[in-house]
């Protein structure tokens, strides 16, 4: 069983939908949460960066992690063109050394 | 600009001919990671550094190497190439344990 299971989609939306990505994982010792937005040919760029359940918001992204459910999700209002991508969700624990992420959703926004 | 480089980009190779691939970043950074990225299987990571001489493997560290001699500096050294080492390759570094990672724009290996 993956450390991080991940719906690899693909995802189409008409611009200004609202987006709703999600992981599970198993390891419960996992307690930083990441979500990475990855372009086609470029190497990950972080979005969102969370600790411990509960919600985070960065502007149009909404980070929420339910460590109960071990689940998380990445929410995306309005959602644009631009935000044509592959997102990833990644985790560790305390110790920081291991990073394990999911396999990525691609998300495809219609204009 | 902060970044991280790596070189080649692309490298079409065959088996069991050795081969490094370079990563280097300008942000003094203290800790860096190996990872391969395959489809379905999303970002694994293959070594990681957290300081200068000190190195731990990922979770696929078989068949690779790595050294870290100076901060900026993080190779990645595959002895004897094999087909199942054909992947996508990324380096990130980090600045402390629980800050973000940045990733360089990947070096896609193909080993014949």
């Known amino acids: 069983q993956k450390e991080v299971e991940q719906d690899p989609g693909p995802l189409s939306v008409p611009e200004g939908a609202i987006v709703s990505l999600n992981c599970t994982y198993s390891n419960s010792a996992f307690q930083y949460f990441m979500w990475y937005r990855q372009y086609s040919r470029k190497g990950p760029e972080l979005l969102m960066y969370t600790y411990s359940s509960g919600n985070k918001e960065d502007g149009r992204f909404t980070a929420q992690v339910d460590k109960s459910s071990k689940y998380i999700s990445l929410f995306i209002r309005d959602s644009q063109p631009s935000d044509s991508a592959t997102y990833l969700c990644?985790?560790?624990?305390?110790?920081?050394?291991?990073?394990?992420f999911g396999s990525g959703t691609k998300l495809n926004v219609k204009p | 600009e902060a970044q991280v480089t790596q070189n080649p980009r692309y490298l079409i190779t065959v088996t069991g001919k050795k081969l490094t691939v370079t990563c280097s970043q300008n942000m003094n950074h203290e800790y860096m990671s190996w990872y391969r990225q395959d489809p379905g299987l999303g970002l694994r990571q293959i070594y990681y550094s957290m300081n200068v001489e000190v190195t731990d493997k990922g979770d696929v560290p078989e068949g690779y190497k790595v050294s870290r001699k100076e901060k900026r500096n993080f190779p990645l050294i595959l002895e004897s190439p094999s087909p199942n080492q054909t992947s996508l390759y990324f380096c990130a570094s980090r600045s402390g344990p629980n800050q973000p990672q940045h990733f360089g724009d990947g070096t896609r290996l193909s080993i014949l």
């Open positions: 990644a985790m560790t624990s305390a110790n920081f050394n291991k990073f394990y």
